[in-house]
């Protein structure tokens, strides 16, 4: 069983770039596909990175996806920030060993 | 247009049984598997169960594995929740969710709004 950990929270100004990472905690990241995504208050989720890189029809290509295998992470870069960026965002993985759906903990982000 | 929409929720005591629909349309719903996933008020996604196109394969988090089941009926184009021996710390709102994929998991591409269990004494 691995975890998926993410930082509480991460601000940035509008118009520039944040990373949020995505850790896992044991086993390879590149192993199982990551998600990601976003969740603006009271409403559902909504896919803004799949398949580590991939982007749903719709999402703009500010949203961009990434693993590192040597830092067995997963990142979510958004860039030229705008405040309705402003939500929580959720990396997701799969775990092969108990095929269980796993979440991280959620970041949230801040355009100030 | 993809619609999951949930029903059943409500103010359960603990110990309790309390059974969650969610009508799929927009989509033909015998080629995707499906989840739930619930969340707390004022905290993250869990990941409740999920059932493959044809219920071959089900799997459930340890938090509610023996407690809770989860089914489909194609022919309604239906998802289920059955919630036995409720507790508290399964007040939440849950979640149905569309795999993108059918026979295993992968991105869950469409979400409902939710149904909210409170289970209190």
């Known amino acids: 069983n691995f975890m998926l950990t993410q930082p509480h929270s991460v601000s940035e100004s509008p118009g520039k770039t944040v990373t949020i990472s995505c850790t896992r905690s044991?086993?390879?990241?590149?192993?199982?596909?990551v998600q990601w995504y976003q969740q603006r208050p009271g409403s559902s989720p909504t896919t803004v990175i799949y398949?580590?890189?991939?982007?749903p029809s719709g999402v703009p290509d500010r949203f961009s996806g990434s693993i590192d295998s040597s830092s067995n992470s997963a990142s979510l870069t958004i860039s030229g920030l705008r405040t309705e960026d402003e939500a929580d965002y959720y990396c997701?993985?799969?775990?092969?060993?108990?095929?269980?759906?796993?979440f991280g903990g959620g970041t949230k982000l801040t355009v100030l | 247009e993809v619609q999951l929409v949930e029903s059943g929720g409500g103010l359960e005591q603990p110990g309790r049984s309390l059974r969650l629909s969610c009508a799929a349309s927009?989509?033909?719903?015998?080629?995707?598997?499906m989840h739930w996933v619930r969340q707390a008020p004022g905290k993250g996604l869990e990941w409740v169960s999920g059932?493959?196109?044809?219920?071959?394969?089900?799997v459930y988090a340890d938090s509610v594995k023996g407690r809770f089941t989860i089914s489909r009926d194609n022919a309604k184009n239906s998802l289920y929740l059955q919630m036995n021996s409720l507790r508290p710390e399964d007040t939440a709102l849950y979640s149905c969710?569309?795999?993108?994929?059918?026979?295993?998991?992968?991105?869950?591409?469409?979400w409902g709004q939710g149904a909210l269990v409170t289970v209190s004494s």
């Open positions: 044991s086993g390879s990241v590149a192993h199982n596909f």
């Open positions: 997701q993985s799969y775990d092969s060993s108990n095929q269980n759906v796993v």
């Open positions: 059932i493959t196109w044809n219920g071959g394969t089900i």
């Open positions: 927009g989509f033909t719903f015998d080629n995707y598997a």
């Open positions: 398949e580590d890189n991939k982007r």
């Open positions: 969710a569309k795999d993108r994929g059918s026979s295993g998991w992968s991105n869950l591409d469409y």
